[in-house]
């Protein structure tokens, strides 16, 4: 079947700090990966995606690539801002379901 | 371009009534989607409808559930009668017909049942 692990937050850091959101998922045939983010008070927005092994997405300093081999789509980010503080999850669209299966959210909270 | 909107954006009601939420789609766009995020844990799919007709409504948790979408334009989501365990975020989105399947969500209704 499908499904999404993400790593539970909630996660704190520094601005400026470097940021790693990990991502597994399990998938029958190929599927597309994502990452949400949904900001306080507002709806999810799509942050990046990829569509094929090896493809990296990227989005306001945020990166992930997707890795067949490991199964992951890790969410990454240099150095991270207080505008950053928000609620990422990870998604996969499966073109045989044709349906989305997200993780459970990781809390972000930036502090100056 | 309006995005997906959502009404209302929280709901409070006792257990035993009856809620219906609404939500209206991109204009143009053929798919609409209902998710559930119950208690901080993963969003998980609900139904999923093309113009007016149910493509999938697997997700659905039981017949207190009653999703519509006359004429394909907006879509209601009937809880009746709502329990406890119903509460959480209701989320709709909506895609367009073919291309990259990237959905587009609105901000969520919030739901509580006392």
């Known amino acids: 079947g499908n499904s999404v692990t993400q790593m539970e937050g909630p996660v704190t850091l520094s601005e400026e700090a470097f940021l790693t959101i990990n991502c597994t998922y399990t998938?029958?045939?190929?599927?597309?990966l994502f990452w949400y983010v949904q900001y306080p008070g507002e709806g999810l927005q799509l942050l990046l995606k990829?569509?094929?092994?090896?493809d990296k997405g990227s989005n306001k300093g945020f990166e992930a690539t997707y890795r067949k081999e490991t199964t992951s789509f890790h969410l990454e980010k240099g150095s991270v801002q207080v505008s950053d503080s928000a609620v990422y999850f990870c998604?996969?669209?499966?073109?045989?379901?044709?349906?989305?299966?997200f993780g459970t959210g990781t809390s972000l909270t930036v502090i100056p | 371009e309006a995005g997906v909107t959502q009404f209302p954006s929280h709901s409070v009601i006792e257990k035993g009534q009856t809620v219906t939420l609404r939500c209206d789609p991109i204009?143009?766009?053929?798919?609409l989607y209902w998710y559930r995020r119950v208690m901080g844990k993963e969003i998980k799919f609900l139904l999923h409808?093309?113009?007016?007709?149910?493509?999938?409504e697997s997700g659905m948790p039981n017949n207190r559930f009653l999703a519509e979408r006359t004429g394909g334009t907006y879509s209601t989501l009937k809880v009746q009668p709502a329990e406890l365990e119903d509460s959480g975020v209701y989320f709709c989105a909506s895609s367009q017909s073919g291309g990259s399947k990237v959905q587009y969500f609105g901000p969520g209704t919030r739901l509580t049942v006392t």
């Open positions: 409808f093309v113009k007016e007709s149910k493509q999938d």
């Open positions: 204009s143009g766009h053929d798919n």
């Open positions: 998938a029958t045939g190929y599927p597309s």
């Open positions: 998604a996969l669209f499966s073109p045989a379901g044709n349906q989305f299966y």
């Open positions: 990829a569509t094929k092994a090896d």
